[in-house]
Each structure stands twice: as C-alpha cells, then as structure tokens.
C-alpha cells in the first residue's frame, strides 16, 4: 500500500492534501536559533551610490572602484597615506580658547567639544613630517568634518609653525586644503590669520622652499582667499569646488543661474586657476616630482 508517515501518522493516499507535507521542504525546529552575522561597514559613494566596504575605500584612497569619483578623506587618513612614514607630528600643543566668549544657538567650547568628539581631533588643521620616497617633507591637511574645515587662531598657529619648521629643516611644505572658510565665533581674530599665513608663506618662498598646494573638496572662504591661492604650484583633484563666495551666494548678487562645472577645478583649469588636476592615485608621485624640480634635486 503506498502510504506516508506523518507525524508519527501513517497517512494513505486518500489523506486530504491539506494534511500532507510538502515534500522537499523541511522547516527548522521551533527551538533553533540564528545568528546575524556581522558585516563590515561600507562607504556609499556620493556618486554612483555604490557601496563599498571601507577597508577596500581606504586601500583604494577612497576614490569608488564603480566610477572613480574622489571621495572626501579624512586629514590624519590623507597624511597617513601621503606619507611613505611619518617622523612627528606638529602642533598638538596650540589649543582653541574662546575670546569672545561667542555663543549662538551654542556656546563656541560646546560647538568644539562636538567636533572633537566627531572627528577624534583637537583641531581642523593636522601637520606631519615626514618621507616621500625617501625625501623629506612637511604637510598639512585640512579635516573638513571639524566645523567645516573653518580657519580659527589655531589652525593659523599650526601652520605658521609648520611654515617655520620647513624654513629651519630646509624642506618643502604641502597643503591639502578642504575648509568653508574663517571660523566666525572668532571673529577679527579668525580673520588675522589670513594676513599670518601668507606672511608665513612669504617667508618661506624668500627661503627659497617650495610651497605646493593641493585643492581638494571644497575649498572656499578665507583659506581660498589666503593659504590656498599662494602656492608656487596649485594641484586640484578632479571635480574639486573651490571658489571664494558659494555658488548659490553669487547667483543671488548677479541674478543669473550658474551652470556646471562653474567652479569646479576642471572649470578652473581652463580659466589659469588651478595649474593641473591630479588623480589621487598619482598624486604622491606628482608632488615628489614637483619637489625636486623645485629644490634641484637630482
């Protein structure tokens, strides 16, 4: 006889379907557990949206394997991999004060509390020292997430010694600039290191030290107006905005819609702006190459 067992019930073939198993298909017991397995967390691109695990970003210096386009990096990453090996670290020893005692919709030490916090730094500007193929060098990187890059006494006070630390070892100083700006909750004091910065870049191109600046995404405000328009050569990565008033600020004052790439870098290449645009994976080769053209280095 052509039975089945369910259940521990013999079932014959006149067993109505809706008692009979389905046959190929084994449901787990009601006592089993899973487990979610963890994932690596991913960057999604701001581009093409692809997502991508962080590990393989950071090893690919966050340009997107999809479609190329040059993600934002943070400071310590982007020196961390400019950098063949870092010798020391500048700077550390200049921290923000509040001389205005300036508060908005928050008091300017809780605004830095927060950005310290978010971004495990103690400032927006980051200095390095150390080698590029064996060479020398000194650099600064601007942390974008830290209140927006903006330009405070701070990140003047590192920079001028970054300035003057490349005047002493005789070695070149490179910028990777990213900011929005001065930093308003200083005031006239935000606005000084302006006129401290290209002070110190004078002096270091009467020294005869190259002073290379690499503009990076975005780059407006005082540091456009300052720091990262006075380079011996500017560098941009592709698709970087750079300009001094924002683009939504100027098509308010001239009335008119301003059209792509309107102060993009390639924009700017073409109007004498930026000197070349530099994939970020060529771009420790090119800065080296740079370098010892400058400084007649064989």
Known sequence: M???????????????WTERGVPGIHLPDEQQ????????PTVECTECHALVTRTAMSF?????????????????????????????ELGQEFQAK?????????????RMAEAQKKTGETEA??????LVKNLPMIACAFEFDF?????GTVVGDRFVQAAEKAIQDRQALVC???????????????LMQMARTSAAIQRLKDAGLPYIVVLTHPVYGGVTASLAMLGDVHIAEPKAMIGFAGKRVIEQTVRETLQEPFQ?????????????????????????????KLMNLP
């Open 2 to 16: 052509n039975q089945q067992v369910k259940a521990g019930k013999v079932l014959s073939p006149s067993t109505p």
């Open 33 to 40: 557990t899973f487990k979610a397995t963890s994932t690596e």
């Open 60 to 88: 690919n210096a966050y340009v997107c394997p999809q479609c190329d386009e040059h993600l934002r990096m943070k400071a310590r990453e982007r020196l961390t991999w400019f950098f063949d090996q870092v010798q020391t």
């Open 98 to 110: 509040d001389p205005l005692n300036f508060v908005d919709s928050k008091a300017y030490p809780d």
């Open 125 to 130: 500007l980051v200095v390095m020292q150390g």
């Open 147 to 151: 209140m927006g890059g903006s330009m």
């Open 176 to 190: 990777f600039a990213a900011s929005g700006g001065a930093r308003m909750q200083e005031g006239m004091l935000s």
């Open 264 to 292: 993009r870098a390639e924009y700017l290449l073409e109007h004498g702006v930026v000197d070349q645009i530099v994939h970020r994976h060529a771009l420790r080769d090119t800065v080296y190459r740079i370098v010892t």
